[in-house]
């Protein structure tokens, strides 16, 4: 999820700044599909968590704990509302989003040129909100590892495991 999420973001920030070209236009069709299938994965990752608790959290200070708890629920609030905004940017546009050349996805708005901006705005906005949680984040994880010397980056990443 992580490297599907950063790809995303990389393709966006480099989309961004390409002049109109059939190339931007296809790598923004790319961009949008990769965005709705990260919503539909992140849908079946909350569901998941909500039906299989994860174990609990390593022994830490009460502040840490809360933390933790506040930094993954706004991971998953901007895991959505990205894809969302993202959508409704497109939306606003009056630019369909035809999901892998396939499935016409649903108008969230009525087309309005001046709505468009500001959301694009807002979704990069979030996208930068994203940028510098998963940082914090990155850097807790590490700090957890080396310093702590807890289980907390074994747990992220099982693989890690093995080799302790």
Known sequence: MAFALVANFTLGVS???????????????????????????????????LIFQPPPPEPAPRWQQRAASWMHAALYVLMFAIPVSGWLVTSAAGIPVIYLNLWELPQLLPKNLEWADPLKEVHEALNQALLMLVIVHVLAAIKHHVVDRDSTLVRMLPYLEKRR
């Open 15 to 49: 989309v961004s700044e390409m002049d109109l070209s059939p190339l931007k236009l296809k790598m923004l069709a790319w961009h949008k599909w990769a965005g709705m299938t990260l919503l539909a994965l992140v849908t079946l990752r909350l569901v998941n968590r």
